[in-house]
């Protein structure tokens, strides 16, 4: 592996972790089009730290003061008491069921959910989900009117999104759009949901490192990619959010179907393996 490779495909895993258009599809089928070998494991865990930094930098005044108001409002006995310590249970409550899907599906999700008809397949049919919530949407709350209803509606989107094509911030931000949330307060909050889950995520790959040494990466490969991710990452959460404080979602629904439609393409040409 090239410097320029690991460049590249930190850049794709930055930019489409945190957009609604599916980091899997993507790093399925940007490697296979270049020509490129699939960078293994190994690569894949190391550089997604790099998006999990990005959101964790991003968001660390707010996780600050979320942290800081629960643990004084459990030191105060009064567990619920602002809307920060709040926001602190509705994430971890929102964090539940990936964690449970997670563990339940991990075979069909390594396995079977990782066929190209499946990504295809589910990347468009949440574009579509993601039109009737653009229609439906009433965009009347922003992040201090989050409730627990919101967190679990949201958290429970989050584990749709172990379907690989699904895209994590796709079906989180659809979820809290038919909730009423408007649409930089659904992404706010689905990216600070996202937190717990993709730490754990990024720490139980770590597993695969042990893979780096003996694959044959190039240290100065890994951390270019690593710092790929992780500019490009933090680049596409500002993005995102400062884009949809006056746009709708319809371009990332528009690239959505093109994407699910041309990997049917490619694979029905074959020049994709499905």
């Given amino acids: 592996m090239d410097f320029l490779e690991a460049l590249i495909l930190g850049l794709v895993q930055g930019l489409t972790e945190f957009l609604p258009i599916s980091s899997t599809a993507h ?33 660390a005044k707010d996780l600050w003061k979320i942290a800081g108001a629960f643990f004084g409002a459990l030191g105060r006995r009064k567990p619920f008491e602002t809307q920060e310590a709040r926001l602190g249970w509705y994430i971890i409550i929102g964090t539940i069921p990936v964690g449970v899907a997670g563990l339940l599906l991990k075979d069909l999700i390594e396995g079977a959910f990782r066929s190209l008809y499946v990504i295809a397949s589910a990347a468009i049919g949440l574009a579509l989900l993601l039109v009737l919530a653009e229609r439906l949407a009433r965009h ?101 959010l400062r884009y949809l404080q006056t746009h709708t979602t319809g371009v990332f629904i528009v690239y959505r179907i093109v994407l699910g439609v041309g990997i049917l393409a490619l694979v029905g040409w074959g020049i994709l393996q499905p």
């Fill in 27 to 59: 790093l399925r089928v940007v490697p296979a089009l270049l020509g490129w070998k699939d960078p293994g494991a190994a690569f894949s865990a190391i550089i997604q730290l790099g998006t999990t930094a990005a959101v964790i930098v991003y968001f």
């Fill in 140 to 240: 009347h709350r922003d992040l201090q009117q989050v409730t627990l209803r919101d967190s679990i509606a949201v958290g429970l989107a989050q584990a749709v999104a172990l379907i690989p094509g699904a895209s994590r911030s796709g079906v989180t931000l659809t979820a809290g759009l038919f909730h009423g949330l408007k649409r930089d307060a659904a992404a706010r909050f689905s990216f600070l949901l996202s937190i717990p889950a993709t730490v754990a995520a990024g720490v139980f790959e770590m597993r695969h490192l042990a893979g780096m040494t003996h694959g044959g990466l190039p240290i100065g490969a890994v951390v270019i990619g690593t710092l790929s991710s992780f500019v490009f990452g933090y680049a596409a959460i500002a993005g995102l």
